[in-house]
């Protein structure tokens, strides 16, 4: 059964800091791992999708980086902004089955 | 469509009632996914929809909730005797092939009074 880790569970930090997201999953036999974000009350936006034999995905001031072998993956933030507040989930796919696996969330929080 | 659509955006029923929800996917998407975030909680699996292949319904919690999908396209997701642990935030996803990514629809949110 796959299971995945997020840490850390929350984030405070200044804007303009540049950050990273921790992810981490038990079954490495997967399709592929999206990242997605969430605000408060809607659905979840697709943010970034890396295959299983790709090693990082970049879309404008995300990065988002897989090592499959060892089971984590990053998300990078750079110069980060108050409206990238809200909770990234990470969630990869396969590992025993087709459904995608989320782990708890990183709620981050980006101050003025 | 253009994205995934859902329905109602929210429902408030009472305990014992039958409840419907229901996905819309994009056009064409193969694969299609139900799940659900409790209050303060994780995304939980409830269901898939492959093409033609019968469903995985291992995530489904109880044998009060069922879900079928007509035609390949929308899908119904039914509670039967809704219980107050039931409310949450129904999300439905659909996907083209199983290495696209998903696209998520904006979720029926459940309240069980």
């Known amino acids: 059964k796959q299971e995945v880790t997020q840490i850390p569970a929350a984030l405070s930090v200044p804007e303009g800091e540049n950050l990273v997201l921790n992810c981490s999953f038990t079954?490495?036999?997967?399709?592929?791992l999206q990242w997605f974000r969430q605000d408060p009350g809607k659905g979840l936006t697709s943010l970034l999708l890396?295959?299983?034999?790709?090693r990082e995905q970049t879309s404008g001031r995300l990065n988002a980086s897989l090592d499959k072998s060892s089971g984590r993956s990053t998300l990078y933030i750079a110069a980060s902004q108050p409206g990238d507040s809200a909770t990234y989930l990470c969630?990869?796919?396969?590992?025993?089955?087709?459904?995608?696996?989320f782990g708890t969330g990183t709620q981050l929080k980006v101050e003025l | 469509g253009a994205g995934v659509s859902q329905s109602p955006s929210n429902k408030v029923t009472e305990k014992g009632k039958d409840v419907e929800l229901r996905c819309d996917p994009i056009?064409?998407?193969?694969?299609l996914y139900w799940y659900r975030q409790s209050l303060g909680q994780g995304l939980e699996f409830l269901i898939y929809?492959?093409?033609?292949?019968?469903?995985?319904k291992s995530g489904l919690p109880s044998d009060r909730f069922s879900a079928e999908r007509t035609g390949g396209s929308v899908s119904t997701l039914t509670i039967q005797r809704t219980q107050q642990e039931d409310s949450a935030v129904y999300l439905c996803?659909?996907?083209?092939?199983?290495?696209?990514?998903?696209?998520f629809g904006s979720g029926t949110r459940l309240t069980v009074v």
């Open positions: 996803a659909s996907s083209l092939a199983l290495t696209p990514g998903y696209t």
């Open positions: 079954d490495s036999a997967i399709y592929n």
């Open positions: 890396i295959q299983s034999s790709q």
């Open positions: 969630a990869p796919r396969g590992g025993g089955g087709n459904k995608l696996t």
């Open positions: 056009s064409g998407h193969t694969a």
């Open positions: 929809f492959q093409g033609n292949s019968a469903p995985d």
